[in-house]
Structure formats: C-alpha cells, structure tokens
C-alpha cells in the first residue's frame, strides 16, 4: 500500500508540558480547521473522543485527548473551541458538538461548517423559488446532504486527497478501535492532517468571496446545537439520514430570520411553524415535518436492498 507523503508540519501533542506552546501558536490564528477522531464517535455524547485535530493554515496540531484527558480543555483548548472569535471550518460539526458539550462540558461555537457551504453552493446556482404553498407540500425544498469524500471529488478533484481519505476509510471501518490504538501510527497522523488539509481547500473553492459568510455563521451555530440541544439522542432513523434538516440555513434576504416555531415534530422533536404539517397530521397529532418523512423512506428503502 502506497504511504501518503506527509507535506505538512504537524506536531502530535500528547504531554501536558507541550500544551502551551500548540495553543499559543493556534492562537494567533483567527481561520482554523477543526476534525475529532475516536471510538463510535458517530454517536455524538455516546461514543469516545480520543483525538482532536486543530490545523492552521500552517501547522497542524494532533492533540492525543486519550493521554491529555479533560485537561487539556480546561488547560485552554476549550476556551478556543468556544471562541467564536476563532473561525473553525469543520464538516457536519453535530455529532463532535453533541460529545464535546455532554462530555467535555465545552460548548463549540464560531463553526463554519462545509457540509452547510456546499448546499449554499448549490442553492447559488439556481434561481430563487417563489412557490408560496403550504410548507408540509413544498417537498423538494428538502436538500440532500453530501458527504466529505463526495465533496472532495465533486469540487476539489485532487486525486491523491481522495485516495488518502479512501485508504482512511477503509482502515477505521476495518478496525474501529483504530484511534484509540496507541501510539497513533505514522499512517493515522497524516491521515489528520489530510482531512484538515481538506477543509481548507474545499473552503476555497466553496466561500465564492465570502459573500454568504453571516448566513454560514448562523446556520452553523444551529447545525452544532441540533444534536446537542436533544435532551436525549435516539440515534433512530430521524438522526440518521442525509437530508439537511428544515430551517437551519436563513432565507438570502438581510433577516437572517427564522419562522416562528410552536409545533413539535415528533420525529426530529423540533419546532416549526404549523403549516410545516398537513393539516391531518395536526388533527392526529401525528406530525411529521417533511425531513422527517423523506428520513422515514428512505430508512424503508435501505431496508429493503
Ligand atoms: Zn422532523
């Protein structure tokens, strides 16, 4: 197997005494690149997290929290992730919000999340649609979700990046333990600093001169609290599914308003306006808002394959 040509600097920070001298460096940077890494950590609060990358643009910074513990948030890394001053490009940021906050008791905010920009990408390109129905009929309003691997084909096209992250893959789906394995190979340490290398490029080809910036900030701030906020998680087919849930990127008008919400969902438990639902569902209670019935065919469909 092919070995991937590290060409970044890193620094792996698995000693307390070297936790200073990384967090001062990330400090200085205002844009940074946030991925964590660990054991079922798809479950958000219920997995573990045991590796926390953070890359400048420069430098990217392994931090070994299997080793560190909680100290090394209450030590500082925390306070950036809570800074929303530091702007931290991360993709689908839900789950790492959900067990950073239950866990680690750090609330992560100043999120730009990619997974977000791409479907603003794709928004951009086509015209604005004046249908003015009922929200529970306007159906294909519901965005599907990309995953990173596709994102990187579709719009960075960089080969060796793509088999990089393939080879990733194939290795954590082969082994789940493998980043609680150590020490972390020299394989598993430049697969961090290839998914980070990721996001900044993939945030160039996608920011298009910055100009849906304030609506990313929103919209990721939403994205981070959507599992996070759950009381309880039901890692249930409404969690699981690759529809962009309703109302968490604000109409392009200057509002940045979202419609007010008193109707609970009872498959996502979020609140939306009451005509998100047909009019039968809100005399049988039964209310469905139109993520969650797409989520429920499309558990049906992977069920039958
Ligand atoms: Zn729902």
Known sequence: MATIILDQDYMLVDKKADVPEA?????RHPLLAVDCKG???????????????????????????????QRVFDDGLGAILEDKTKEKLMFDCRRDADNLFHQRKVQLTGVLDLQLLEVMYRKRRLPESEDESRRSSRTDEVQPLKGILRCIEMYVKDVAMIEAKLRCQRQVLGDSHVWKTRPLSEKLKSYCCVDTSALFTLYNK?????????????????????????????HGVFEFHPFLPLDIIPEADDSF???????????????????EFPKAQLRNKQRFCRVCIKAKSYALTKVSK
């Open 23 to 27: 967090l001062t460096e990330i400090r």
């Open 39 to 69: 054991f079922k950590l798809g479950g958000g609060r219920s997995g573990d997290l045991t590796v926390i990358i953070v890359a400048t643009q420069t430098k990217v910074f392994i931090f070994d929290v299997l080793k560190l513990g």
């Open 206 to 234: 996608l920011k298009g001169g910055g100009r849906d910036h304030s609506r990313l900030v929103i919209a990721s701030d939403r994205y981070a609290d959507t599992f996070r906020c759950l009381p309880e998680r039901t």
């Open 257 to 275: 308003e979202f419609p007010e919400a008193s109707t609970k969902c009872i498959g996502c438990l979020r609140l939306f306006p009451a005509d």
